[in-house]
């Protein structure tokens, strides 16, 4: 359930990655009201920290709201703290994945961390992976944990440039690599038809696309 576009049509919610406890995160809340005259708001913030205790994702509220509102807003702070735990293992996964089929095409391959932003579940340090053959380099990168039908994007492009990228999106229980070729007739919105379920195959040819065409 995408809590975020039903539900808060009345609050402003913004999630930032606690300080001192980077495993919970920080959800404010602030009610949508009416402008004065001058332009001015006054409108109370309410603060939840969300995290996981003995494996259940747990809220505690600094700035509780009203009782009658207490619920509907717990929902938001766990469905966001939810949906970040799956995104970090998600793209953990997939980062493991490509690095165990890159190591068996010939690829040398390193995971390095990177801080990544995102306003729907915080920021947050993600893994990427580099891999380099012969004189070709190349980067899988988080994108980010949600876009339109899909539940992740992750890109893998050629370094130093960007002129040739290959798309992961997670959907369907799974991540589908799409590349268009550079040449080819293919368009965003076409992307269900080029995708395709990851395998080391799919890898193999795209990553022989890229370097091909980077020649």
């Known amino acids: 359930m995408n809590v975020k576009d039903r539900s808060m049509r009345g609050y402003r919610v913004a999630v930032r990655a606690s300080d001192d406890a980077p495993e919970q995160i920080v959800v404010c809340f602030t009610p ?3 402008q004065g005259k001058n332009g001015s708001e006054n409108a109370a913030e309410f603060v939840a920290r969300a995290l996981v205790d003995a494996g259940k994702i747990k809220v505690i509220w600094d700035r509780p709201p009203d009782p009658s509102a207490t619920r509907e807003l717990q929902r938001v702070a766990e469905s966001r703290m939810a949906a970040r735990i799956a995104w970090m293992n998600r793209s953990t996964e997939l980062v493991r994945l490509v690095q165990h089929y890159a190591d068996e095409l ?6 390095i961390e990177k801080c990544m932003e995102d306003s729907h579940i915080g920021n947050y340090k993600a893994e990427v992976l580099l891999l380099q053959k012969e004189t070709h380099r190349a980067l899988l990168e988080p994108v980010g944990s949600s876009a339109p039908g899909v ?3 992750v890109d893998l492009y050629l370094l130093p440039g960007y002129d040739d990228i290959a ?3 997670y959907y369907d229980n799974g991540w589908h690599l799409h590349h268009a070729a550079p040449g080819s007739s293919a368009t965003p919105g076409t992307r269900e038809e080029n995708s395709k ?3 080391k195959a799919v890898l193999r040819k795209v990553l ?4 091909k065409y980077a020649q």
């Open 197 to 199: 379920p990851i395998s």
């Open 151 to 153: 539940e992740g994007v």
């Open 106 to 111: 010939g690829w040398a391959t390193r995971r």
């Open 208 to 211: 022989e696309e890229m370097t």
């Open 32 to 34: 949508r009201k009416l």
């Open 167 to 169: 798309t992961l999106y």
